[in-house]
């Protein structure tokens, strides 16, 4: 295992029970790079980002996270990664600013109140510090969340579906925060069923059903696996049925649709 790469796993599976929820999944990622999960709900992006950073302990497999063994260097891949959930788990009865400062205490960071007011800053949050996060929108309650998980200056950054339920100019001032840090250094790992994200990554892996489908560059992946793209806000769906001999570009409406052969 090369030390050039963020990840590098081989092999996954995870199984609850008799359910298989990831079957032999292998990723290669290097260092610094921006890349994107991609597949519908159920497909096992959420369990394969848990087992590269820590939090589930893989059934069968084995691989390095920043150059620590997942299952033997769990605590310590968890210090330098920041992992952003799907669902928004900091506390709503608490303001901005008193999220991050308890999380930079979880950190045990140094220079508490210097560290949360350049943070503030750096995502935009100044002028919101004191509201309290419950009351945020979307938007706003996603640039908390990056900043909790970005505040330690971590490796690597796992985003689990982040721009689920924003609008669509959040979810573009999102991305350009990611390639901000990616451009610092940070390696990211983004998943998403949004084809049009996953077009902004510098590769994208394909995942259904547990399994790794294809992996590439958005011009590998479409030549590779039949994937019509069609730029648009929509999200990844089933594959449609198109009639034979028919135009994409005037029959189709403007959305992403990935088909797989």
């Known amino acids: 295992m090369s030390g050039d790469y963020a990840i590098d796993v081989h092999g996954l599976v995870k ?30 992006k959420t369990t394969t980002i848990r087992m590269i950073c820590g939090l589930l302990t893989a059934t069968e497999g084995t691989g390095q996270c920043l150059g620590y063994d997942i299952r033997r260097d769990a605590e310590k891949i968890r210090e330098l990664t920041g992992y952003m959930t799907q669902k928004f788990s900091f506390w709503t009865d608490m303001t901005i600013r008193e999220n991050l400062e308890f999380v930079a205490r979880l950190y045990h960071l140094p220079k508490i109140r210097q560290t949360v007011d350049a943070t503030l800053e750096k995502l935009g949050l100044t002028h919101r510090q004191h509201q309290l996060s ?42 350009d925060e990611i390639h901000h840090l990616s451009l610092a250094g940070m390696t990211v790992l983004v998943s998403t069923h949004y084809m049009d994200e996953a077009e902004r990554c510098d590769r994208i892996v394909y995942l259904a059903n547990g399994q790794k489908i294809v992996e590439g560059t958005v011009a590998d992946v479409i030549a590779r696996s039949s994937l019509i793209t069609f730029r648009g806000e929509g999200p990844v769906s089933d594959a449609w049925p198109m009639p034979s ?12 649709v990935p088909r797989f052969t």
């Open 15 to 44: 199984r609850f029970g008799k359910k298989t929820a990831v079957a032999g999944v292998d990723i290669q990622m290097p260092r610094g790079e921006v890349w994107g999960f991609l597949g519908p709900n159920g497909s096992g």
């Open 134 to 175: 419950g009351a945020l929108s979307g938007g706003w309650k996603q640039r908390l969340a990056l900043a909790a998980v970005t505040m330690h200056n971590p490796k690597l950054l796992l985003l689990d579906e982040p721009t689920a339920g924003v609008d669509p100019q959040a979810r573009r001032d999102f991305w």
């Open 245 to 256: 001999g028919a135009n994409p570009a005037s029959n189709m409406p403007p959305i992403s």
